[in-house]
């Protein structure tokens, strides 16, 4: 009889998240808050991944050696692809105010 591992391996759970919309959405968000462009390009690459590479090459009429190498960590994907890996996705990006940060009070 084999055993089941004790637990899922991260990137393979992070995969499985990440095939749900809803998911991928909420985990985009809290990227895009943390106003790093390094970890924006690294989570738009773990949702290209949960959603195959290939089927965003064929979204973007790319290459997949190509689309790899633009959500690579040296890649920059121009806007319109950053736009279109998120509609092949199911994803779209969205734009909200900022929430007032709520003033000191000195007595």
Do not use: W
């Amino acid at each position: 009889m084999k055993k089941s591992p004790a637990a899922v391996p991260h990137e393979e759970h992070l995969n499985e998240t990440l095939k749900d919309a809803e998911q991928a959405a909420a985990y985009l968000n809290v990227a895009i808050e943390g106003n790093d462009p390094r970890q924006v390009l690294k989570a738009i690459r773990n949702v290209a991944r949960a959603q195959g590479i290939a089927n965003i090459a064929e979204a973007l009429d790319m290459q997949r050696e190509s689309v790899s190498r633009m959500l690579s960590k040296k890649g920059n994907p121009a806007l319109t692809n950053f736009l279109k890996i998120l509609d092949a996705a199911g994803l779209v990006i969205q734009v909200k105010a900022k929430e007032p940060v709520a003033a000191c009070r000195t007595s």
